[in-house]
């Protein structure tokens, strides 16, 4: 299974993949500060996860956003909670915008209006599924 991570300095959505590493799925909005223990506390050591797809958001001219201290700081979480795990950092340049699109889409923008989690594990979802099709 690969797992995709929204990084925010508040909440960080968390995606997974099917077994076969083709779909992604959301699961849930984490908050920031307890994301390893969370992780842990859902993933054990990491021997089930074969890599992590981070989000990395960058500005339209391709350098990196206000976002990016959420990022490094997810990033070094990672490192720590499990070494061996590789992660892959992937552009996020409109997921969310994307996700509030397709919530719309299904009528669900109100839903998504009061409780942002939703839009953040469904943002995770598409940098996850993102990285799935371009390592084929």
Request: hydrophobic share 45%; charged share 25%; no cysteine.
């Given at each position: 299974?690969?797992?995709g991570?929204?990084?925010?300095?508040?909440?960080?959505g968390?995606?997974?993949?099917?077994?076969?590493?083709?779909?992604?799925?959301?699961?849930?909005?984490?908050?920031?500060?307890?994301?390893?223990r969370?992780?842990?506390?859902?993933?054990?050591?990491?021997?089930?996860?074969?890599?992590?797809?981070?989000?990395?958001?960058?500005q339209?001219?391709?350098?990196?956003?206000?976002?990016?201290?959420?990022?490094?700081?997810?990033?070094?979480?990672l490192?720590?909670?499990?070494?061996?795990?590789?992660?892959?950092?992937?552009?996020?340049?409109?997921?969310s915008?994307?996700?509030a699109?397709?919530?719309?889409?299904?009528?669900?923008?109100?839903?998504?209006?009061?409780?942002?989690?939703?839009?953040?594990?469904?943002?995770?979802?598409?940098?996850?599924?993102?990285?799935?099709?371009?390592?084929?």
């Open positions: 299974m690969w797992i991570l929204d990084p925010g300095l508040r909440r960080t968390l995606a997974e993949s099917d077994v076969q590493g083709m779909m992604a799925f959301p699961v849930a909005a984490l908050a920031t500060a307890e994301l390893a969370e992780l842990a506390r859902r993933y054990g050591d990491g021997s089930g996860i074969r890599g992590i797809a981070l989000g990395s958001p960058l339209r001219n391709g350098a990196p956003s206000q976002g990016a201290e959420a990022r490094d700081l997810v990033a070094k979480a490192e720590a909670l499990w070494p061996s795990v590789p992660v892959h950092l992937v552009d996020e340049r409109l997921t915008k994307l996700a699109q397709g919530a719309a889409l299904l009528g669900r923008s109100k839903a998504v209006k009061k409780d942002k989690g939703h839009l953040d594990a469904a943002a995770a979802s598409l940098i996850l599924e993102n990285y799935l099709h371009q390592k084929k």
